[in-house]
C-alpha cells in the first residue's frame, strides 16, 4: 500500500513564501515521477491543474504561472519531492496536491494541504 503525506501549506502574506514537502512510503518505483497539482477554490477534481512535475532522473515541468517562483525538487533516496514557493500571490490560493505516478501502473495522490495566500 502506498501513502503520500504532505505538509508545509498555511496562511501567507501575497509576496511570501511556503516550502510544501511529500513524503512517500510504500512500493514506490524508483524510476517514478513525482509532481504538485492543485485545485483553487470553486472548482472540481477534475479541474486540478497540473503546477510542477519532476521525473526520477530530474527533469522538470512547470505551469507558466508558476515559472520562475516556484521550483520542484526531489529526493529518491528518501522517495520525498519538495515545491519551494516563492513571491507568492493571492491567486496561488489552493489545496495542493502531491502525484506520484509510473506510467499506466499506477497513480497515487496525497490528501492535500491547503496555501492560502492573503494579508
Known amino acids: 500500500q502506498v501513502r503520500l503525506v504532505e505538509s508545509g501549506g498555511g496562511l501567507v502574506q501575497p509576496g511570501g513564501s511556503l516550502r510544501l514537502s511529500c513524503a512517500a512510503s510504500?512500493?514506490?518505483?524508483?524510476?517514478?515521477?513525482m509532481g504538485w497539482y492543485r485545485q483553487a477554490p470553486g472548482k472540481q477534481c477534475e479541474q486540478r491543474e497540473l503546477?510542477?512535475?519532476?521525473?526520477?532522473?530530474?527533469?522538470?515541468n512547470s505551469a507558466g504561472s508558476v515559472k520562475g517562483r516556484f521550483t520542484i525538487s526531489r529526493d529518491n533516496a528518501k522517495n520525498t519531492v519538495d515545491l519551494q514557493m516563492n513571491s507568492l500571490k493571492p491567486e496561488d490560493t489552493a489545496v495542493y496536491y502531491c502525484?506520484?505516478?509510473?506510467?499506466?501502473?499506477?497513480?497515487?495522490w496525497g490528501q492535500g494541504t491547503q496555501v492560502t495566500v492573503s494579508s
Open positions: 502525484r506520484v505516478w509510473s506510467g499506466i501502473r499506477y497513480n497515487y
Open positions: 510504500g512500493n514506490i518505483f524508483s524510476s517514478s515521477s
Open positions: 503546477v510542477a512535475t519532476i521525473t526520477s532522473g530530474g527533469l522538470t
